[in-house]
């Protein structure tokens, strides 16, 4: 059996982006403050430890101040690869852990653009788990070896490890709260978990197998709207109305 294992992606709310300063920071030596943060990556992975490290050169570039410039996707892609000596995947991956588990709040997100506007580095996480092979391959076997949200094969790239109750909801790294997801369901899930402050234990992203998204053709969907607009009625609560009715008549 494959070893299908991906770790699950992380994101965080994000302010907007600043001015730039073309200034050198005079309190702050910014090749220092780089060396420093570097030395005080959690990562256990000396590649992602280089990654990270090219990704806060490219967010504060010699000669440059704080906020620092404003930074296209592809930039940030480009210096990755230029550092790998190839195409690198999982660069923003890499970039939300800068800003997640490695506590570099102040690296900013406004559409496909970035911006450091802070130098401070706040709190880190606990370092995510590493699953072993063994622990993974059970968690992918209670699902079928299948996606736990839509029940798709893993392809070559494999599934995503996610933690089903994510670990800023207070989510456990016990081994039941593991499920593989495919790439467009952990990035749905991840839109879908941003500022979301239902009960985690009734969410059909968390717990799949008890409250599995229900998928509606496209036609259905826009039939739905165009009857419910017409009417001014609220779709989620009328779809809700006619599936109890239908269940409670059989």
């Known amino acids: 059996m494959p070893n299908n294992k ?14 730039p300063n073309p200034e050198p920071n005079t309190l702050v030596d910014r090749d220092e403050w780089i060396e420093q943060a570097a030395k005080g990556f959690i990562t256990t992975s000396s590649a992602n430890r280089g990654i ?36 690198y995947l999982d660069v923003f991956r890499r970039l939300r852990e800068l800003q997640g ?36 391959n059970l968690i992918a076997a209670h699902y079928k070896n299948v996606c736990a949200a839509c029940g798709s094969s893993s392809g070559e790239k494999g599934f995503q490890q996610d933690h089903k109750v ?15 997801l495919c790439d467009s369901c952990n990035n749905i ?23 599995k ?17 017409e009417r001014k009625l609220d779709a989620n609560k009328l779809v809700s109305e006619w599936i109890l009715e239908k269940i409670n008549t059989q």
């Not at 994510?166 to 593989?180: E, K």
């Not at 941003?194 to 234990?201: E, I, N, W």
């Open 166 to 180: 994510p670990r800023a909801r207070g989510g456990a790294d016990a081994t039941s709260n593991w499920q593989p």
């Open 189 to 211: 899930k991840s839109v879908s978990c941003r500022a979301c402050k239902d009960d985690c234990s009734k969410c059909g992203w968390a717990y799949p197998e008890f409250y």
């Open 6 to 19: 991906r770790k699950s992606k992380a994101h965080i709310k994000q302010p907007v982006l600043l001015p």
């Open 213 to 229: 998204p229900v998928k509606l053709p496209g036609s259905t969907l826009r039939a739905l709207h165009k009857y419910t607009d």
């Open 101 to 136: 588990d490695e506590g570099f709040l102040g690296i900013v997100k406004q559409g496909n653009q970035y911006q450091l506007i802070d130098s401070n580095i706040y709190a880190k996480k606990t370092p995510r788990t590493h699953l072993s092979n063994d622990k993974w």
């Open 52 to 87: 990270y490290k090219v990704i806060l050169e490219v967010l504060w570039p010699k000669g440059h101040g704080i906020p620092g410039p404003v930074i296209d996707r592809e930039s940030i892609r480009n210096a990755v690869d230029a550092a790998k000596g190839k195409p």
